[in-house]
């Protein structure tokens, strides 16, 4: 088999010459797969030149065409011969690739729904990567945020299960700091980790020693409760969804930094919340091993017992996996938040507070995406592999960077004047 691309207009070609059978079955699905990590969701397989295809190339076919379908975008076959035709009519998928790939491509590829109205994107340009702006209809779009709880009392060992702050994680919350899952003081003290809320869904990162994350979203009139021993919460709209494409830039990702640097400026404001899926081209950050509550006055910060407490990222990890991402930042820091807030990386003077879940790659569709349908998607289908605190490394030797994102989509929102709770 040799395989062949090529990308014309907007969709990518791959042209498929040979058997395509078990022994090619795999090649052919790293090729789809590595055209739709590259950010092709509109996809055509000529098969001018396929003279055979078993059950296993069906298996592949039907596999990409149904997460090129949820993420909005489309598999075609072209040009079958009539001997593989016959074998995707009889297999029933022929309607679904042969047909579509005759169809007129002339109208949009992915139309706006009823909800979304004639609305259009503004579309610019940052160092290379590019941006789609659009405007949310929300009543608001303005996040009301507070500072829960002490965060200056982790460093000294004085945090206590009694600070900690109950939190109904309705669809209009957006939370990032230490939480658990449980009934009370007792059931959540030995658990608290990283943790967020956003679109009526919550994840945490238990320090129990199971080091599984565990989710609640909302279902019927479930509502997921999260014990927030610090954090930030904040309560309202977004007003902005931006789109961004690095992948076609000089450097191929955009750092978090840059990310949020170019949001605020896009946004006209120096505060805001966000809430971001995307790909990832590393991940950069620091968990939590054991449970703040159970410190008793133990310095977490302390060397050598930090080592103890906080798991540092020693190499650049998790690349081509889906993030999502929560947090706030500012620019410059106010004092209400200082506490709460570290510098995000080089460019950018925002400070900010962002922890990641991090799930198994899957292509996000593009254009508008409705957040809370998006977010439940992602985290009802798949199982995430850790939640982490990201934080910007930049020493000059030993340092590796910090967090890097390849596409995806970031909701985001100005924050009002902060209140302090206490």
Same mark, same amino acid.
């Given at each position: 088999?040799?395989?062949? @691309?090529?990308?014309?207009?907007?969709?990518?070609?791959?042209?498929?010459?040979?058997?395509?059978?078990?022994?090619? %079955?795999?090649?052919?699905?790293?090729?789809?797969?590595?055209?739709?990590?590259?950010?092709?969701?509109?996809?055509?397989?000529?098969? %001018?030149?396929?003279?055979?295809?078993?059950? @296993?190339?069906?298996?592949?076919?039907?596999?990409?065409?149904?997460?090129?379908?949820?993420?909005?975008?489309?598999?075609?076959?072209?040009?079958?011969?009539?001997?593989?035709?016959?074998?995707?009519?009889?297999?029933?998928?022929?309607?679904?690739?042969?047909?579509? &790939?005759?169809?007129?491509? &002339?109208?949009?590829?992915?139309?706006?729904?009823?909800?979304?109205?004639?609305?259009?994107?503004?579309?610019?340009?940052?160092?290379?990567?590019?941006?789609?702006?659009?405007?949310?209809?929300?009543?608001?779009?303005?996040?009301?945020?507070?500072?829960?709880?002490?965060?200056?009392?982790?460093?000294?060992?004085?945090?206590?299960? &009694?600070?900690?702050?109950?939190?109904?994680?309705?669809?209009?919350?957006?939370?990032?700091?230490?939480?658990?899952?449980?009934?009370?003081?007792?059931?959540?003290?030995?658990?608290?980790?990283?943790?967020?809320?956003?679109?009526?869904?919550?994840?945490?990162?238990?320090?129990?020693?199971?080091?599984?994350?565990?989710?609640?979203?909302?279902?019927?009139?479930?509502?997921?409760?999260?014990?927030?021993?610090?954090?930030?919460?904040?309560?309202?709209?977004?007003?902005?969804?931006?789109?961004?494409?690095?992948?076609?830039?000089?450097?191929?990702?955009?750092?978090?930094?840059?990310?949020?640097?170019?949001?605020?400026?896009?946004?006209?404001?120096?505060?805001?919340?966000?809430?971001?899926?995307?790909?990832?081209?590393?991940?950069?950050?620091?968990?939590?091993?054991?449970?703040?509550?159970?410190?008793?006055?133990?310095?977490?910060?302390?060397?050598?017992?930090?080592?103890?407490?906080?798991?540092?990222?020693?190499?650049?990890?998790?690349?081509?996996?889906?993030?999502?991402?929560?947090?706030?930042?500012?620019?410059?820091?106010?004092?209400?938040?200082?506490?709460?807030?570290?510098?995000?990386?080089?460019?950018?003077?925002?400070?900010?507070?962002?922890?990641?879940?991090?799930?198994?790659?899957?292509?996000? &569709?593009?254009?508008?995406?409705?957040?809370?349908?998006?977010? @439940?998607?992602?985290?009802?289908?798949?199982?995430?592999?850790?939640?982490?605190?990201?934080?910007?490394?930049?020493?000059?030797?030993?340092?590796?960077?910090?967090?890097?994102?390849?596409?995806? %989509?970031?909701?985001?929102?100005?924050?009002?004047?902060?209140?302090?709770?206490?």
């Amino acid at each position: 088999m040799v395989i062949t @691309a090529q990308t014309l207009d907007s969709r990518h070609v791959l042209q498929l010459n040979g058997r395509f059978d078990a022994n090619w %079955a795999e090649q052919v699905a790293k090729a789809i797969d590595s055209a739709i990590h590259a950010g092709h969701h509109q996809l055509d397989l000529d098969f %001018a030149q396929v003279n055979y295809i078993s059950s @296993a190339g069906i298996r592949v076919l039907l596999k990409y065409y149904k997460q090129l379908k949820a993420a909005r975008g489309t598999l075609r076959v072209l040009r079958p011969p009539e001997a593989v035709l016959l074998v995707l009519q009889l297999s029933g998928i022929a309607p679904m690739l042969v047909t579509a &790939a005759e169809e007129s491509t &002339a109208g949009p590829a992915n139309p706006p729904s009823s909800t979304e109205g004639d609305s259009r994107p503004r579309c610019w340009e940052r160092n290379g990567v590019e941006f789609e702006s659009y405007q949310l209809p929300t009543r608001d779009g303005r996040l009301e945020v507070c500072l829960q709880g002490r965060p200056e009392a982790f460093a000294d060992g004085t945090l206590s299960v &009694a600070q900690s702050h109950r939190l109904r994680c309705t669809p209009d919350v957006v939370a990032v700091g230490l939480g658990a899952f449980g009934n009370g003081p007792e059931d959540t003290q030995g658990r608290f980790g990283e943790a967020l809320a956003v679109a009526g869904v919550a994840v945490t990162l238990p320090t129990d020693g199971s080091s599984v994350p565990d989710y609640q979203l909302t279902q019927g009139h479930l509502v997921p409760e999260l014990h927030l021993l610090y954090g930030l919460t904040a309560r309202g709209g977004f007003s902005q969804l931006l789109r961004f494409e690095a992948g076609r830039s000089p450097r191929g990702i955009i750092a978090l930094g840059e990310l949020v640097e170019s949001a605020l400026q896009d946004l006209a404001s120096s505060a805001a919340g966000f809430a971001i899926l995307a790909e990832s081209g590393s991940v950069v950050g620091a968990n939590l091993q054991r449970s703040p509550a159970l410190a008793a006055g133990q310095a977490a910060l302390a060397f050598p017992t930090v080592r103890d407490w906080l798991s540092f990222t020693t190499e650049r990890t998790d690349e081509r996996n889906l993030l999502l991402i929560v947090g706030m930042a500012q620019s410059p820091p106010q004092p209400a938040f200082a506490a709460c807030l570290r510098p995000i990386g080089p460019g950018t003077a925002a400070h900010g507070h962002f922890h990641a879940a991090v799930f198994p790659y899957r292509p996000l &569709a593009k254009g508008r995406l409705e957040l809370a349908e998006a977010v @439940a998607q992602v985290v009802s289908t798949q199982t995430a592999q850790t939640v982490t605190h990201l934080l910007a490394d930049e020493r000059k030797f030993e340092g590796v960077g910090q967090t890097d994102l390849m596409r995806g %989509a970031c909701w985001l929102g100005p924050l009002r004047a902060p209140t302090q709770h206490a």
